[in-house]
């Protein structure tokens, strides 16, 4: 399982404390919504490489590669 994966099955389980106990509601959203900003931060680490096109006729543009880490 992937950081990303792993941070999202978390955020549902705080999601789901929240549901059961409405006493402490507000602390399990809060640790939900960590665990959430943590999945987003693992799937946007990538690696992006670019080449310039040379501007000649004919040549085609490369495009750029990503690679999650």
Do not use: Y
């Amino acid at each position: 399982m992937d950081r990303r994966t792993a941070c999202l099955h978390q955020a549902n389980a705080f999601r789901e404390k929240a549901l059961t106990d409405p006493e402490h509601h507000d602390q399990w959203i809060d640790e939900a919504i960590k665990w959430l900003e943590r999945a987003m931060e693992a799937s946007c680490r990538a690696v992006t490489t670019m080449t310039a096109d040379d501007g000649s006729e004919g040549s085609e543009p490369d495009r750029s590669v990503l690679t999650r880490q």
